[in-house]
């Protein structure tokens, strides 16, 4: 199975600044469509998961722009721009490369 | 908009079987290119996939569970199923289901509420 690994488990940032979510895969993404097959999401309390990013770095429609996605080799990072008090949550990763589809332990996110 | 929505009995004994259905409204569980799968995340904790299908009967199960999963799928109900058997305690978590892509696209969008079933004698 390819582990996910998130860091940090939480993060408090002032509202306004930025946030750094960090994922690591524990082998490559990278499939031959030349795409690394990862996806991030936002839960916020009591609510399910929704999709925000896919392919490391295609911002689901919708979703703000302050949210990106970068890639680095096998680690990926979700950076929130500017931190709304709407963006408190937790965010997880996710591959899709193989089955089982394997998700990060989550980064829970909260205002400084 | 597509929506799902889980539902099934919240306590279960353990030993018995866990049964879910996930009924979809604002599309087909026939169209394609989709999966649909199930996740689940115990209370606390993190996300763990359980498994998908196929509306024609193809089925991906997590081999972690997979000698206790069965899923299929009802065309005519637009509805799909989860069955987990000889369930624990470790069972007891919020069960999602959602819709997949397929290929390439295997990201999970969108999800149902969420059902909370626990394990307990």
């Known amino acids: 199975d390819i582990v996910m690994t998130q860091s940090p488990d939480s993060l408090a940032v002032s509202l306004g600044e930025r946030a750094t979510i960090s994922c690591k895969s524990s082998?490559?993404?990278?499939?031959?469509?030349?795409?690394?097959?990862l996806a991030w999401y936002q839960q916020k309390p009591g609510q399910p998961p929704k999709l925000l990013i896919y392919?490391?770095?295609t911002r689901e429609s919708g979703v703000p722009d302050r949210f990106s996605g970068s890639e680095s080799g096998t680690d990926f990072t979700l950076t929130i721009s500017s931190l709304q008090a709407e963006d408190v949550a937790l965010y997880y990763c996710?591959?899709?490369?193989?089955?089982?589809?394997?998700f990060g332990q989550g980064t829970k996110v909260e205002i400084k | 908009q597509l929506q799902l929505q889980g539902s099934g009995p919240r306590l279960v004994k353990p030993s018995e079987a866990l049964s879910l259905t996930c009924t979809v409204s604002g599309g087909s569980v026939a169209s394609s290119p989709y999966y649909w799968g199930w996740i689940r995340q115990p209370p606390g904790k993190g996300l763990e996939w359980i498994g998908s299908?196929?509306?024609?009967?193809?089925?991906y199960y997590n081999p972690s569970l997979k000698s206790r999963v069965t899923m299929s799928v009802d065309t005519s109900n637009n509805q799909f199923s989860l069955n987990l058997s000889s369930v624990t305690a470790a069972d007891t978590a919020v069960y999602y289901c959602?819709?997949?892509?397929?290929?390439?696209?295997?990201?999970?969008?969108?999800w149902g509420q969420g059902t909370l079933v626990t394990v307990s004698s």
């Open positions: 392919w490391a770095s």
């Open positions: 299908l196929y509306y024609r009967g193809t089925t």
């Open positions: 996710q591959q899709y490369y193989s089955t089982p589809w394997t």
């Open positions: 959602a819709r997949q892509g397929t290929g390439y696209n295997n990201w999970f969008d969108p």
């Open positions: 082998q490559s993404l990278l499939y031959s469509n030349n795409k690394n097959h």
